[in-house]
């Protein structure tokens, strides 16, 4: 099967940074875009970033500038650098790969189990 697992949340000060790491695993023989989501507690889960597998990037206009994603394909690896943290970036931030496995012939969306970030003083 196929995993994704997210590290790197926590709690920070305004002001703060954050590295999020998402890495895949398991029968894997394509990744293509990665990206991360995040949702807060009653809304919708929302767009953050996305980024294709040969680097094409996206993100929602509100965090341009200050949320980057970057992804390392040797390690199956996407990061969410998040820099000058508001108390509205506070959310569980998900990990989102579309991944061809062994154990399928179509590309099937992945989801990590999220990782908490508070932005708090």
């Known amino acids: 099967q196929v995993q994704l697992v997210e590290s790197g949340g926590g709690l920070v000060q305004p002001g703060g940074s954050l590295r999020l790491s998402c890495t895949a695993s398991?029968?894997?023989?394509?990744?293509?875009?990665m990206g991360w989501y995040r949702q807060t507690p009653g809304n919708q889960r929302d767009f953050v970033a996305r980024?294709?597998?040969?680097?094409?990037?996206n993100y929602t206009d509100s965090l341009k500038g200050r949320f980057t994603i970057s992804r390392d394909n040797a390690k199956n690896t996407v990061y969410l650098q998040m820099n000058s943290l508001k108390p509205e970036d506070t959310a569980i931030y998900y990990c989102?790969?579309?991944?061809?496995?062994?154990?399928?012939?179509?590309?099937?969306?992945?989801w990590g189990q999220g990782t908490q970030v508070t932005v708090s003083s």
């Open positions: 980024i294709s597998r040969v680097g094409g990037t």
């Open positions: 989102n790969a579309g991944i061809r496995s062994i154990h399928s012939a179509d590309v099937k969306d992945y």
């Open positions: 398991g029968s894997i023989i394509s990744i293509y875009a």
